[in-house]
């Protein structure tokens, strides 16, 4: 069983349901990631549940951070007689729910910095040499993006990018939903006629500026004197979003770096010089894994402090 959607039956609903003999539950042991619920929420209690189904031997990956459980669903389980374990490979446990403990513990989104850069370390080419679209990853890396894109639930860029690129900030290349779009753009300088104005998408525009709401545009003034990044993981965190992959550009990366607000980098490193132009941000963290995806190779380095 898996927690399809918020609001929707928690994972052990769905395997509880998917056993047709249940006179079977009363000899079975459950396996969970994550603590069983104690509380009426969106959903009734998973505890309570599990204890009415007759399973005995429950076997916990982590705790829940969430302050209406952390704790209480084992304290109910192990009142009701089960037999609870709890900490069974917790690291992985741990990387698998790390967006919703990161939101839960740091009141923040769990925070991606991705960005593609040439071989002789540019992120972008010079303003003169912009005739065209340049591409430092490959097709191969781009649609990984997309699929990455389709895990997250929202997506930031900068003003810049959006009026060099026009980006649609979309998974067309990839199943599954598009993310939430953020638009770092303080004098709200993102031409009306792009794609991040079309309103097929939930559209947050963080700006210096006031304007009118519109139909699934959301206008969310900050201080930009003031810690950017922070104000943001605010914005994001009262709009419910536990994460964010951020796609730039150099300037918006690096505020981000800068201020300490990431969870994880994923680097690609293509073949192509460019021989001039934008550097790209530099980052300090604990190598997580390399991978070469048809000639790109793949970085993704780890905050210090976070887990496995």
Same mark, same amino acid.
């Given at each position: 069983?898996?927690? /399809? ?14 056993? *047709? ?64 374990? =709890? ?43 912009? *005739?065209?679209? =340049? ?6 890396? /781009? ?20 009026? @060099? %690129? ?9 199943? +599954? ?15 009306? %006629? ?39 993981? @605010?914005?994001?965190? /009262? ?12 300037? *918006?990366?690096?505020?981000?770096? @800068? @201020? ?15 021989? +001039? ?32």
């Amino acid at each position: 069983g898996w927690h /399809r959607k918020a609001g929707e039956p928690h994972a052990e609903v769905h395997a509880i349901r998917s056993v *047709t003999h249940t006179s079977l539950l009363a000899e079975s042991t459950i396996y969970v990631s994550l603590e069983p619920c104690s509380h009426h929420g969106k959903t009734p209690p998973c505890s309570d549940l599990i204890i009415s189904s007759g399973i005995k031997n429950v076997i916990i990956g982590t705790i829940d951070p969430f302050d209406a459980v952390a704790g209480r669903g084992v304290k109910k389980l192990m009142e009701a007689g089960c037999n609870v374990v =709890v900490g069974v490979l917790e690291k992985e446990c741990l990387e698998l729910n790390k967006r919703f403990f990161t939101f839960h513990n740091k009141k923040r989104p769990y925070i991606i910095l991705k960005w593609a850069e040439s071989a002789d370390g540019y992120i972008s080419p010079s303003q003169k040499e912009k *005739t065209a679209p =340049v591409w430092v990853s490959n097709p191969y890396s /781009r649609q990984l993006v997309h699929k990455w894109r389709s895990e997250e639930q929202a997506i930031l860029v900068g003003t810049n990018t959006v009026v @060099e %690129d026009n980006p649609k900030l979309d998974t067309r290349d990839w199943t +599954g939903k598009s993310p939430v779009r953020v638009v770092l753009d303080k004098n709200l300088r993102s031409p009306k %006629d792009f794609a991040v104005w079309d309103k097929s998408v939930k559209t947050l525009f963080i700006t210096g500026k006031e304007a009118p709401q519109e139909e699934n545009i959301y206008i969310e003034p900050i201080d930009f004197s003031g810690d950017i990044a922070r104000q943001v993981c @605010e914005v994001l965190y /009262r709009h419910q979003l536990q994460s964010v992959i951020v796609e730039g550009g150099a300037q *918006t990366l690096r505020t981000f770096i @800068e @201020e300490g607000l990431w969870d994880e980098a994923r680097v690609f490193r293509g073949n192509v010089r460019l021989n +001039g132009g934008t550097r790209a941000p530099g980052i300090t963290g604990r190598p997580f894994l390399k991978k070469n995806i048809k000639g790109n190779l793949l970085n993704i380095i780890k905050q210090e402090n976070q887990d496995d």
